[in-house]
């Protein structure tokens, strides 16, 4: 056994000679040319940096294998040079290996196991063909061609190439535990629910805020031409939201409640169509319309197709008890929730992002906006069902959101029963380094100082200050503690969405 050991490196350095023998044999052409430009091209990266600032322009899986790609190249040159070429010094190839027409000048004069530049194609390929199966196969064989050249130039013997493509698979496999494979996205489903096809709008209140962010004088007149029978109602500037939609739902001969704002004016809404059993339709006309988005009725039109086809789903619908004011004397206040609830710097992360991304585009916003809403605020201190962390954002949907980071766009189920309870926390040594390099990576969602977790319930206590909770983008100052119930299948609400 120990002779057989013995004998390994001689059959490898003879196996070596062999293979550089052949290639020496090939007769000299425009093939030598390619190969010593393409070996020069990946010198230092610079292949590779230009391929992912390509990929990087196209956003969505091109960007994250591009990144992801680059991680695992920077991975496996750091391993290669600083570790594996001093552990493991070898003689490179000699000129009279190979013809001189084909033989690489000047020679590196590192140790010639392993091949740096085979190690980095290959991590590039793989790494990104981790997140994107298609663009991997597109990148390897130009990693292939990297490998090779290698040998084709005399800059290395092919047991180097092999070392050196192996610890580039390895250093691009060893990345993927940073970007776990993502949970599947549901397709968009509904749970059928019965509502009144409504055309002509009899029966049907709208209630308008006039403080959403798309109203003009026309908006009323617009609707009384969609629905010449429906009651419409604006809601002036200072008057209570609450009362006046109150007043709708309760207005004789009213079998549906619309309601034209943003998420909190549909949040309130959605809270009086439920205490009078009306169905609910959601008129998109705030600053944000998270909730129609997620409906389908993105549009006026997709919201109009809906009633008049009397198409309706059941939807789950969060409550929120919230204690504010004194300790001796709370204040006792209920909400329902539509969408999401946040403590922390969550919505200054939104707000920041959404003032950059005009200019900017969604992905780099969110990251300018994270770096420095979490490079400037400190975390809050606050229990979460009883247990005590220091956190800078918890952030609640209603429902699952997807993708699983700190930045959820989407949410395609609406009656799956649960909280998605996203903290992130200042618990952990060096929670701040670690958070920003999780934002820079783009893996928060595998972050250790990222916990993902769902519930039907969730308590959230003040230690010492009290706190700001924001449901559904209205800020609630003051608040010492809240509690948060789902409540399945409570809303009914208008959507053209498919149903299950």
């Not at 629905?227 to 079998?255: L, M, N, S, W």
């Not at 952030?395 to 903290?423: K, N």
Request: aromatic share 6%; proline share 8%; no cysteine.
């Amino acid at each position: 056994m120990r002779g057989f050991l013995g004998k390994g490196p001689k059959r490898v350095a003879g196996f070596d000679h062999f293979l550089v023998r052949a290639v020496s044999r090939q007769p000299q052409g425009d093939h030598d040319v390619f190969f010593r430009e393409l070996s020069a091209a990946a010198t230092k990266g610079k292949l590779w940096f230009g391929i992912a600032g390509i990929m990087a322009t196209f956003p969505g899986k091109p960007r994250r294998a591009a990144l992801h790609g680059l991680l695992a190249l920077g991975v496996a040159s750091g391993v290669t040079n600083l570790v594996f070429k001093t552990a493991l010094p070898r003689t490179r190839p000699l000129p009279e290996h190979l013809p001189i027409f084909r033989f690489v000048h000047p020679q590196p004069i590192s140790s010639s196991m392993p091949s740096g530049h085979s190690a980095s194609a290959v991590a590039f390929a793989v790494g990104a063909g981790i997140v994107s199966p298609a663009l991997g196969a597109l990148l390897a064989p130009i990693a292939a061609g990297v490998a090779y050249s290698r040998v084709h130039t005399g800059a290395h013997w092919p047991s180097d190439v092999v070392f050196g493509s192996a610890l580039g698979a390895g250093a691009a496999l060893l990345t993927r535990r940073w970007w776990p494979p993502r949970p599947p996205e549901p397709m968009p489903r509904r749970t059928p629910a019965d509502a009144p096809a409504i055309s002509d709008g009899e029966g049907l209140g709208i209630a308008i805020n006039v403080l959403g962010g798309s109203y003009s004088p026309e908006t009323a007149e617009l609707l009384k031409v969609i629905f010449p029978k429906a009651y419409i109602h604006e809601i002036a500037e200072g008057e209570d939201v609450a009362a006046e939609i109150q007043a709708v739902a309760t207005r004789a001969g009213i079998v549906a409640l619309g309601v034209w704002g943003g998420d909190g004016t549909v949040g309130t809404a959605a809270a009086a169509a439920v205490e009078h059993s009306l169905p609910l339709l959601v008129l998109p006309g705030g600053t944000l319309n998270h909730f129609a988005r997620d409906l389908g009725t993105s549009s006026i039109d997709d919201a109009i197709d809906a009633v008049t086809k009397g198409h309706a789903a059941s939807v789950d619908l969060g409550h929120v008890l919230v204690q504010r004011g004194l300790p001796e004397t709370p204040e006792t206040t209920e909400l329902a929730m539509l969408n999401t609830a946040s403590v922390g710097v969550y919505p200054n992360l939104v707000r920041r992002r959404e003032r950059l991304q005009p200019a900017m585009g969604k992905p780099l916003a969110s990251l300018v906006a994270s770096l420095r809403t979490f490079g400037v605020n400190s975390p809050t201190t606050l229990l979460v069902d009883g247990v005590k962390h220091k956190l800078w954002i918890l952030y609640m949907g209603r429902g699952r959101f997807y993708p699983s980071d700190h930045a959820p766009l989407r949410r395609p189920v609406l009656d799956d029963g649960v909280f998605d309870l996203r903290m992130i926390t200042a618990d952990e040594p060096f929670a701040r380094a670690r958070l920003l390099w999780a934002v820079v990576t783009g893996t928060v969602a595998a972050s250790k100082v990222t916990h993902l977790t769902e519930a039907t319930t969730i308590t959230v206590e003040a230690i010492g200050q009290p706190l700001v909770l924001a449901v559904d983008g209205e800020p609630k100052p003051g608040v010492r503690s809240a509690t948060f119930t789902v409540k399945p299948r409570e809303l009914t609400v208008y959507s053209p969405l498919p149903v299950d």
